[in-house]
């Protein structure tokens, strides 16, 4: 079984999926957590690597701009990006999902490829509509569909004040962004207004009840 946590930052995910891995890992199934977000291979405890990397470099430490500003003077270089960071979720990714779906009997993941794509879509401009709709949809296909997906929904105007790593307009935005892909994909979604226990709780009853028909 594969469940997954997505929602905007400061909603709770990871303090949820770790205690559902808990949980599920005391009621004796063999479970494992992962972090499915588009991320690298870790270098030590402060670095990474992931294969737009060598493209990162060259725009902010050898021509000194942000990436925003480079893309506007050089647009083209955009669909580099797009499709390394493409083939960063399929090389990197999705083989860890796979692996870990073939040894454990639940896989928890936090975040998964709708972040990836949502996140993309909103904080860069896409190269264009048709290249950005085929790359996505190419990844739809290929990563596993997730068997409880959980969208964690909370007012962003208190994401904000307990990470504030984002501007409130850009929470605003990812929040209404994880609503359409709730609807879109089916994903269940539960306020995290209330305290962790209580949250929890409604995750909870979800998932066992899941768990017995799996």
């Known amino acids: 079984m594969l469940i997954v946590f997505m ?3 400061g909603s709770g995910k990871t303090t949820q999926a770790k205690l559902l891995y808990k949980n599920l890992k005391k009621t004796g199934y063999r479970v494992k957590i992962i972090y499915a977000g588009n991320t690298g291979i870790a270098l030590g405890r402060k670095y990474s690597f992931y294969l737009s990397l060598p493209l990162d470099i060259f725009i902010h430490r050898i021509m000194k701009m942000k990436k925003q500003d480079f893309y506007e003077r050089y647009p083209k270089l955009m669909k580099l990006e797009e499709f390394l960071l493409f083939l960063n979720y399929i090389l990197l990714i999705l083989p860890k999902i796979f692996i870990c779906r073939i040894l454990f009997e639940v896989t928890v993941a936090d975040r998964y490829v ?12 896409a190269f264009s509509r048709t290249h950005s709709y085929t790359l996505s949809r190419i990844l739809l296909m ?7 997906l959980f969208v964690l929904d909370l007012d962003e ?3 904000y004040s307990r990470k504030g790593e984002k501007s409130l307009s850009y929470l605003r935005l990812l929040r209404k962004g994880y609503l359409k892909l709730a609807n879109l994909y089916g994903a269940i979604v539960v306020s995290s207004d209330d305290n962790i226990t209580a949250t929890f709780m409604k995750l909870w009853c979800v998932v066992s009840s899941r768990l017995r028909r799996f």
């Open 7 to 9: 929602g905007i930052d």
């Open 114 to 125: 709708y972040d990836y794509i949502l996140d993309y879509i909103l904080s860069h401009i």
């Open 142 to 148: 290929i990563a596993p569909k997730p068997d409880v």
């Open 157 to 159: 105007g208190i994401a």
